[in-house]
């Protein structure tokens, strides 16, 4: 597609219950970046994808948190018993590998509520 | 985690006033980037520096590369109404692949027509 498409654009969810998050990176782009931004707060780095495979899953906040990434196209976030801090806006953001960081493009984002 | 130190967190200016706003950061940093926020939206790429002290304009926006490597800063010209919304700094700390960011808590903008 001509963005980065994430979908749902917003998910109210109860607490306890498992949640998944979606992301259509622009078509080749081999890298795919998850971050989440909680109100009033910068972007929280949550993990990388280069193709399928994970090299960087540093800031993913805990065992509840996990993401893959399929075809080298569409990545999924799940966060399972979600949690009302988990309440944020996780973004997605995709790039070809080099370039200029003109290419590094983000979606509109998923706004998650825990109640 | 890690966050950049972006300042001031607010500003509240008139119509054709100019704007200025920094980052700093105890780490030495190998990219440094300005995006704007609009509500409901992702963060949109204004500026990118690559190199110590390099200086870079894109219309009325100029920001800088500090020489330490360690703080960037932003300036707006002649601001306008349709400026408003968060600005960010951001920083990658490493070379490659991995363009892992490392961001600012924002400087929101609001202009006075």
């Known amino acids: 597609g001509a963005g980065v498409s994430q979908s749902p654009s917003n998910k109210v969810t109860e607490k306890g219950k498992d949640v998944e998050l979606r992301c259509d990176p622009i078509s080749g782009h081999t890298a795919l970046y998850w971050y989440r931004q909680s109100l009033g707060q910068g972007l929280e780095f949550l993990i990388y994808f280069q193709g399928n495979s994970a090299p960087d899953k540093s800031g993913l906040p805990s065992d509840r948190f996990s993401a893959e990434r399929t075809g080298g196209s569409v990545s999924t976030l799940t966060i399972q018993r979600t949690q009302q801090e988990d309440s944020a806006v996780y973004l997605c953001a995709s790039s070809p590998t080099g370039g200029g960081w003109d290419g590094y493009t983000f979606g509109s984002g998923t706004r998650l509520t825990v109640v | 985690g890690q966050q950049l130190n972006q300042s001031p967190q607010s500003m509240f200016i008139q119509e054709g006033e100019d704007v200025s706003m920094n980052c700093t950061s105890s780490s030495i940093f190998n990219t440094w980037l300005w995006y704007k926020q609009d509500p409901g939206e992702g963060p949109v790429l204004l500026i990118a520096l690559y190199k110590a002290g390099e200086l870079t304009s894109n219309g009325r926006l100029t920001a800088q590369f500090g020489i330490t490597r360690k703080d960037s800063f932003l300036n707006i010209s002649a601001s306008i109404p349709s400026d408003v919304g968060i600005y960010f700094c951001?920083?990658?700390?490493?070379?490659?692949?991995?363009?892992?960011?490392?961001w600012g808590l924002g400087t929101s903008l609001a202009v006075n027509p």
């Open positions: 951001a920083g990658q700390l490493n070379a490659g692949n991995n363009r892992k960011l490392i």
